[in-house]
């Protein structure tokens, strides 16, 4: 049977110069496995039979740098991953780091990303400066997308410090993943998510695409409950909104880090199958993990080509 195709695409990176001037991190085995991205990087896509990563800046990027060095950092850290895709054109693509300090240059640089360096989209990280990313502060950016035909990839990030006080800090000590993949970034994320939705701005750009990582962050699973609630309960006078159909037509999602046949098989049901791409969320998961479940999982080897590869193409490759 002949090999299929592994795209994945939400796997991480740390730009070397903006780590070294802002972040001054600690030098860890994780933090190595991100620094990576040379030949011990594709030694290990060989290894895991991934094909092709797209590459995207580790949290927070350059979303919570000081304002006055964000575009320049931004324009800087897009160019040096360009030059490691031209090394290795066949096996990298790349989404584009954004100044969210300010939308409307965050929006020049995700054309310039697009048009000229031949990125697939961007991704956004929760939580910029605080604020969350359906205030009309940061439409440019999304209106900028859907005229590029282009997604932005909404990507978790640590919750709301009031959030976490209120909620989280009684188990940070014992159990600090509550705060992160447990389960501060799946709620930060999917609220994220349903509050764009809620904003109304996919009646003003009804094209525009947004990326979940994470089997959606939840959503899938809950989209019924959602839908009825906020569909048969609103508020007189208010006007309906059909999350359901709104998150079918706009929503894509991908496996990264959720590596579950019946998280998948739901999301089947609910979205369909052109809507799901393969990611791993490398290096917080295993690629190798991931590309085996996903080979090894019960839907068919059609289903499977698209999703570690076809939807990839039509949705990211232009």
């Known amino acids: 049977m002949k090999k299929i195709e592994i795209i994945a695409i939400e796997e991480h990176y ?5 780590n070294k ?6 030098g860890n085995k994780l933090e190595s496995k991100l620094l990576s991205l040379g030949e011990k990087r594709l030694q290990h896509m060989d290894e895991s039979n991934i094909d092709i990563q797209i590459l995207s800046h580790n949290h927070p990027g350059v979303q919570n740098i000081p304002n006055k060095y964000a575009v320049k950092a931004a324009e800087d850290v897009n160019n040096r991953l360009l030059d490691l ?52 502060y940061f439409w440019p950016i999304f209106e900028r997308a ?3 035909d282009v997604p932005i990839y909404l ?15 009684k188990y940070l000590e014992t159990h600090p993943m509550i705060l992160t993949a447990g389960w501060g970034f799946t709620f930060e994320t999917a ?8 904003s109304g701005i996919f009646n003003k750009l009804p094209k525009l695409k947004i990326i979940l990582g994470h089997m959606g962050e939840g959503l899938p699973f809950l989209l019924w409950r959602i839908n009825t609630s906020f569909g048969e309960r609103a508020v007189p006078g208010v006007e309906k909104i059909n999350i359901k ?30 809507k799901i791409l393969f990611a791993v969320d490398y ?12 080979l090894n999982t019960t839907i068919s080897q059609k289903d499977k080509n698209k999703i570690c590869n076809l939807n990839s193409r039509k949705l990211l490759f232009k």
């Open 283 to 294: 290096p917080y998961n295993e690629s190798k993990r991931g590309v085996d479940w996903i």
């Open 146 to 148: 859907e005229e590029l």
């Open 85 to 136: 895709i031209q090394l290795y054109p066949n096996r990298f693509r790349g989404f584009a780091t954004l100044p969210t300090q300010h939308p409307e240059k965050a929006a020049d640089e995700l054309e310039r990303a697009v048009k000229d360096l031949g990125f697939c989209g961007a991704m956004i990280h929760g939580m910029p400066n605080g604020k969350f990313v359906d205030e009309i």
């Open 191 to 198: 609220t994220s998510a349903l509050r764009l939705i809620l």
């Open 155 to 169: 990507h978790p990030g640590l919750p709301h410090k009031v959030v976490t006080e209120t909620y989280y800090k």
């Open 14 to 18: 740390i730009d070397a110069e903006i």
């Open 21 to 26: 001037k802002f972040y001054k991190s600690g």
């Open 245 to 274: 159909s709104i998150f079918q037509k706009n929503f894509y999602i991908t496996t990264s880090g959720n590596f579950s046949d019946a998280a998948l098989k739901a999301s089947l049901m609910e979205i369909g199958i052109e």
